[in-house]
């Protein structure tokens, strides 16, 4: 009771209490030894555990210099202590650091995860950003049209004085847009990296010249008349088109890249396809610090309404895919970014105690089913045993002395109970005698179980009845 009180809270004194009752039973014995695994599983600290022992053994070797017991008792006592504690202390202790290890593990990957998310962010800020751009170029370009035309029409000889004034207003009007449209972008632009430098106005056949001229391998298949798009997903068009090559220039150069853009009158599908990705670019949009291109193209996919996806194929090319509605389409829900990065290493840790469970289970029935299995084969030898060393009482009065030993052993069990001969009353044995021992009862726990005693003298029974045992 006094060890289950303390060893939760002061393992070392559930010890030395442990420690104590080890000297007046082996189920002390036993109960130091969990106590030592607890003390061990529990304590950061060894130095406890340390001064503990040396402190038993001065105790235990100062009776031995006064005479108190022979030196083989004091070496038979520590021995004993030393195997009931030290293994079991040193397993604890194991358990405990392996339980910090992976604590430390999990931890670990939870501030990758948070790192990485950090960095999803960034490169998705950055796209939201170039977006913001694309479009002040595109709606800035469009307003300034409206009032270059509400102008040229304000100054129409034509037109009455009431037209004119709301041509000047409608003019005014545009003016004031595009100034508040330039005010709004600048404050959404909070990064400080520059975005790249691309002709205005850049279509697709032109992006792709432009890379051929630089020495780039591209076979380009447009199906889909893409000055005709909306400026959301136009500008992703370009942008996928665009960080493909990119990518293809950096990680895979001199190798072939084919681009194709074909559409089905709701939706389109923007491919890019290159052999032979390096082992950089496969880790990039789950590594820290890489992938950034590719979570931005995701993230302005997402924003027009499409879906994107980018990974090796099966016969070891690097494709980039991206099909977005022609008419663009509300956002999908971020489910990468939705997550919690706590949530997801928890459901990691979850599976992977999962993955585990089975095998600490295995570790555990394993030995206990061939412990048991043992018991039982034990238990069936013994019975087995005790019944072909058991002669009945019945079968026991029935024999008379002087009967030929060959009939005798007609009616005898097949063995007899080897008994030693300390273990018999001094002059048990007649002279000249051989005698045999049998059980009265098979049942182990038969109180008024007796041994028997038959001896046989120039091969006849000469003497029977209970043994004589010490």
Known sequence: AAVAVLARRHPPAALVVAAAGAFWSFTGGLLLACVSYLAGRRSPDARPALVLAAA??????LPLLWGAYPPDTWAIAVVTLLLNTGPAWLLGAYRRQHAALATAGWEHARQLRREHRLVAEQARSRERSRIAQDMHDSLGHELSLIALRAGALEVDPGLDERHRTAVAELRATAVTATEHLREIIGVLRTDAEPDPVTPSGEGIADLVE??????????????????ALSPMVGRAVHRVVQESLTNATRHAPGTEVAVSIAGDGERLEVRAVNPGPDEAREAGPNGVGGGRGLIGLRERVRLAGGAFAAGPTGDGSWEVCAVIPLRGGSAPPDEAAEEDEDTAID?????????????????VAVPVTLIAALAALMVWVMATNMRETTLTPEEFEALRPGTPQSEIEEVLPPF????????????AVPEGAVCSYYRSSADLFDRERVFYQLCFTDGRLSGKGEAPIR
């Open 56 to 61: 038993a053994l001065v105790l235990g070797t």
């Open 416 to 427: 007899s109970v080897p008994f030693d001969s300390r273990e018999l009353a001094e002059g």
């Open 347 to 363: 459901r990691l840790q979850r599976a992977a105690r999962r993955r585990i469970r089975g095998w600490s289970m295995a570790l």
């Open 210 to 227: 432009r890379a051929r001229d630089s020495g780039m391998r591209i076979t380009l298949v447009n199906e889909v008349d893409t000055a």
